[in-house]
Nanobody, 119 residues
């Protein structure tokens, strides 16, 4: 069993910043890609950012230059630093990890953390 604990969401004014964290625990051989997705009401889930175990990053077009993803492999934790937030960034942000257990690749989702950007 793998558990993901997310934190850091909340209410912020436009132009503000937030930092999300997602810590993975449980039984797995290794963590591969880690990432953040978001889902706004009435919209499809979309990739925000992802990072490989080697540190290579990928960002959704709408957040490039404003968000930064990073990870601490010793803590099995992925972070999302969000700057210059806009009202359209309002969504539930979900952590996703890809890991190896029992010789098989598997994935897990966090429960989600709400980010609201509003004045």
């Amino acid at each position: 069993q793998v558990q993901l604990v997310e934190s850091g969401g909340g209410l912020v004014q436009p132009g503000g910043s937030l930092r999300l964290s997602c810590a993975a625990s449980g039984s797995f051989f290794s963590l591969n890609d880690m990432g953040w997705y978001r889902q706004a009401p009435g919209k499809q889930r979309e990739l925000v950012a992802s990072i490989t175990s080697a540190g290579m990053t990928n960002y959704g077009d709408s957040v490039k230059g404003r968000f930064t993803i990073s990870r601490d492999n010793a803590k099995n934790t992925v972070y999302l630093q969000m700057n210059s937030l806009k009202p359209e960034d309002t969504a539930v942000y979900l952590c996703n990890i890809q890991y190896i257990r029992g010789g098989r690749g598997q994935g897990a989702w966090g429960q989600g953390t709400l980010v609201t950007v509003s004045s």
